[in-house]
């Protein structure tokens, strides 16, 4: 394996409070030194970081990559080529593959695709019920052991709170993290835009914060009383956020992250003929905005996500509420927090954090950090490289982005994956 000198670069690294310029030395795929060249080493390959910087490689903790089942819309080596362009080492699918991933042989399925890949940092969150049909518990257990780091429903209903709690007694029971979107589904009445003035102007079926909140109020009173631990996707509306809080405060074992879109985004950026702007949960108003922004300003919210969704042409083809809701986002993940500093809503350290150590820690996973010794996975990135989103420059198969054209800032130049480099801009 070669050994690698990245020099130069601002080293940003949350987990250590880390921020300064230096060099990082990697050999057998591992972080062997930080600023000081180790005796006898002599690199292979020399990265010149110079004016960029140099943190850990991102976790995105909501994605779809098609595949099992889905091919036609991308493939694990398609999304897993986007990712790597946009400084992601490790993905977190979403259960909802086809077949769900509710078995080990899914599991270990999916496992094989991603070392076809080139990819192996794919981690599966096990199916919370079989087929994700939200009767029947699935082999917990047995997705555990099979390597699945949490277990959810993907955004698909459970069809009643029984069989929810005894779910989250069962994930608890073997110390599984159970990640859920809260989305009460009859109160979304199939709906596809936030219920409010838009969508009443457009005749859009709307989702009410409500089909959020209730949900999110009634997981977070099954999680006090089974002890199971909760990751919130996709938190959407400010009185969530409320409720989350709260449940922090009086020692709930609870976490959250965002869409980074659902920061940049709201019901009025809408264009109601362009399906690209069709998500769920659905952009929300200007203050849902402000409140989330504020959320992640002050921890309450201390991850975000891309919630990446490529989807074909003809998903996104037909009347708006017709289409498939999702969008195209892991590879304006980076610019889009990027931009959140330029706001200064938050910190550059802050904004990393809640794509490295954050997740890293919810997930228990080994990674997010440049202490040596650890596994190097990397992103080297240029905050004030400009790019456009075009298909020169765009490497998912899912076109679905409302972003496309846009000139963005932020664009990576290196990413490794345990030691390993996987994307290079030149």
């Known amino acids: 394996m070669q050994k690698i000198a990245i020099e130069n670069g601002r080293i940003i690294d949350p987990a250590n409070q880390t921020d300064s310029i230096g060099s990082l030395y990697i050999a057998e795929g591992h972080i062997i030194s930080v600023n000081e060249t180790p005796g006898d080493f002599t690199p292979d390959i020399v990265i010149d970081a110079q004016n960029q910087i140099v ?107 029984l069989i929810l709690r005894r779910a989250m007694e069962y994930a608890a029971s073997h110390d599984l993290l159970l990640i859920y979107r809260p989305h009460e589904h009859s109160l979304g009445n199939k709906g596809c835009a936030h219920e409010g003035a838009i969508a009443t102007r457009y005749g859009l079926p709307g989702i009410p914060y409500t089909a959020e909140t209730i949900a999110l109020a009634q997981c977070l009173e099954l999680a006090e009383q089974t002890g199971c631990r909760v990751h919130f996707g996709q938190i959407s509306c400010k009185r969530s956020l409320i409720k989350i809080q709260q449940a922090k405060k009086y020692g709930l074992d609870v976490s959250a992250d965002i869409a980074v879109h659902q920061l940049h985004l709201t019901e009025n950026d809408m264009e109601p003929f362009d399906s690209a702007y069709h998500v769920l949960p659905p952009l929300r108003s200007d203050q849902d905005k402000q409140a989330l922004r504020e959320a992640l300003s002050e921890g309450v919210i201390t991850v975000l996500c891309s919630d990446h969704q490529p989807h074909d042409l003809d998903a996104k083809l037909g009347a708006f509420p017709e289409t498939e809701p999702g969008m195209a986002s892991i590879e304006t993940l980076l610019s889009l927090m990027l931009k959140l500093v330029n706001d200064k809503t938050i910190s550059l350290s802050q904004g990393i954090a809640a794509l490295t150590c954050n997740p890293a820690g919810i997930l228990r996973l080994p990674s997010g950090s440049l202490s040596v010794g650890m596994i190097a996975d990397i992103c080297v990135f240029d905050a004030h490289m400009s790019w456009t989103i075009d298909s ?32 290079s801009l030149n």
């Open 392 to 423: 020169t420059t765009w490497k998912s198969k899912g076109l679905n982005t409302p972003f496309w054209g846009s000139t963005l800032s932020g664009r990576v130049t290196h990413t490794l994956q345990s030691g390993k480099i996987i994307y």
């Open 55 to 161: 943190c850990p490689g991102f976790i995105d903790m909501s994605t779809r990559l098609r595949q099992p089942g889905q091919s036609h819309k991308a493939t694990i080596k398609s999304e897993t080529r986007a990712a790597a362009s946009g400084g992601v080492t490790t993905l977190v699918l979403q259960a909802d593959t086809k077949p769900a991933a509710d078995t080990p042989a899914i599991v270990e399925l999916i496992k094989d695709l991603a070392d076809k890949a080139d990819y192996p940092n794919i981690v599966t969150i096990g199916a919370l019920t079989q087929k994700l049909e939200g009767q029947e518990l699935s082999p917990m257990l047995a997705l555990k052991q099979a390597g699945c780091i949490a277990v959810g429903n993907a955004g698909k209903p459970v069809s009643n709170l």
